[in-house]
């Protein structure tokens, strides 16, 4: 039991040492076109990150909009991560939808635009 317990450990701690320190992708999008006064769903996808410790808000006009949901944190083959958060909202002219991203100690903002 010991023996392996100690490889498990050994394992743990080799595999993830594979991946390199990898800025996040983001790409922000509403589910259906994004017509003014309809209601969609505002997505902010986020993948291609190590390590895993990171923090996504979705804004509008700057406040968490609230009912926000996400997924459960997922990796693929070379360590690197993906994450996605999305929340229903109706477009409109005046407000400004933002998702903030917080990785490795830097904060980054991406607006969503209306097709429109």
């Known amino acids: 039991m010991k023996i392996c317990l100690a490889v498990l450990v050994g394992l743990l701690s080799v595999l993830p040492s594979k991946a390199k320190n990898a800025a996040a992708d983001v790409q922000v999008y509403s589910k259906t076109p994004g017509i003014i006064g309809k209601p969609n ?4 996808h986020v993948k291609g990150f190590y390590p895993p410790e990171i923090s996504i808000q979705v804004l509008k006009n ?3 909009i609230p009912g926000a949901q996400q ?8 360590w690197h991560y993906h994450l996605t958060k999305h ?15 917080n990785h490795l100690g830097s904060s980054r903002e991406f607006t969503w635009v209306s097709d429109m």
């Open 71 to 78: 997924t459960d944190l997922a990796f693929e083959a070379n």
């Open 62 to 64: 700057g406040k968490d």
């Open 87 to 101: 929340v229903p909202f109706t477009p409109s002219q005046e407000d400004k939808y933002t998702c903030v991203v």
């Open 41 to 44: 769903t505002l997505i902010c």
